[in-house]
């Protein structure tokens, strides 16, 4: 496990090089590993840069997700080849991304659970998404099927927007028993995506969905859900309430999912209105930057030695130097926020914001996979004195959030190729230190 955040001195946990007191305390002699697990639709995504005038010919909407049958596919597909249009082909989907890009970054295990194709042709786009996947992304839980995997048509107007189409494929054939209880109930979050809850009859990958959750619930493991796309949100925002305080633990979106599921436009407010169906929200907001909203114990509030900030809510950073922990875990709960400006103003130059959000997620969860890491290897630790959902503070995830979203937005892909660099080169090394 790497160390998740800061990245000035130490790059791995003190626990990889213990010393021989270890042994007199009674810690394990290797540590112990830890792992999370994501539900994922097997999507490749296909890039391609074209004019408004093509969306309003194949019917689709600026920045949303839509679900296109196979005629409208192949129609879109041989229009984007015969231009030239198509500039890249690569392994996509919100949560493969987001295992993906974990891996990447804390060098731990990440468990897919997704379904793939059962003969594999070389060049295919099942073997574009498996040989484009980090091999920390444990693939051996995969449920063979025989259809296609799914195509996202990932489609870049001139505004610098991205609308996607989806060819299904058999994206949504994932059944119950492809979910391993064992490996839900030792890991250290489940990650999924709202866009799971869409698939058409016949199709249970919403109810493997289902079936994870339980077991995570049961075993106490954090259950992380991002908002797909704003259009799906604004169908039925009751129905997301409801599920969001069913089912889950942490919850990430975009400012305009956070407007469709609260009513509100400012993005702390709408994370404010979140926590109460939830225990800690990221709310991304593209130029604007990151939010983080939590809960913490009174008694362990720590103050921030940054500028105070005020916006919808006022001073509402005072506390962001503490780690968040569940409602539940709190005897007398605070509400903690946190926001930071994107990393170095944001990129001169920003390839493709596709899967920005995802990377900062990504951050989000090794942080998590960090605590519980730590915790497992260094139980008598003063940090797990008591319970908290991460490793770092409010103020420090935002930081590695941003950080990787800014890297994620200087390349095409959505996921990263390596993990950040060992040391920041850049004059803003002092960036970890602000
Ligand atoms: N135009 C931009 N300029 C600077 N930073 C940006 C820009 N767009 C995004 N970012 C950075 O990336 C982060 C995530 O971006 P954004 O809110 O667009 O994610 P998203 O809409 O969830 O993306 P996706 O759904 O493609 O993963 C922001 O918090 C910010 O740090
Ligand atoms: N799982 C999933 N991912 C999607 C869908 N639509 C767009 N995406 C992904 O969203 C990612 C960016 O966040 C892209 O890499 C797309 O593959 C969808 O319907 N399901």
Redesign the pocket.
Known sequence: MKFPGQRKHKHYFPVDARDLRSKEVGLPSRPVRSHICGIAQTLVDIEAHVDDDLLARHQLVKGNSLLIDDAAANALYAELKQQGKIVEEHAGG?IG?TLHNFATLSDERAVLFAVMERQIEIGSYAYKYLSNTSSKVDVNQLQPVDGPIGRCFTLITPC?E?SFAISKGAMDKLEPEAIKPELVASAGALVFASYLMRSGDGDNIDQAALRAMAVAHEAQVPVVL?L??RFLIEQDPAFWQDFIQQHVTVL??????AEALTGESDPLKAAEIALQWCDLVLC???????YMAGYCEESQLRETEHELRSGAIGEFNRYEFSRPMRRDACDTPVKVYSY????L???VE?LN?????????AALLHDMAANRYHRINVPNSAKHAVSSLSYSSFSQICKY??RV??E??VQHS?RLSRGLPEREESLEEGYWDR
């Open positions: 919100t991304n610098g991205r991002t797909g796309t990430a979106m975009n400012e305009e999912e991304t907001a593209g130029p604007e930057g990151l930071i400006a994107p990393y103003g944001g990129p920003i914001t596709n899967g920005a959000g995802d990377g900062a997620l959030a941003n979203s800014y994620v937005l959505p």
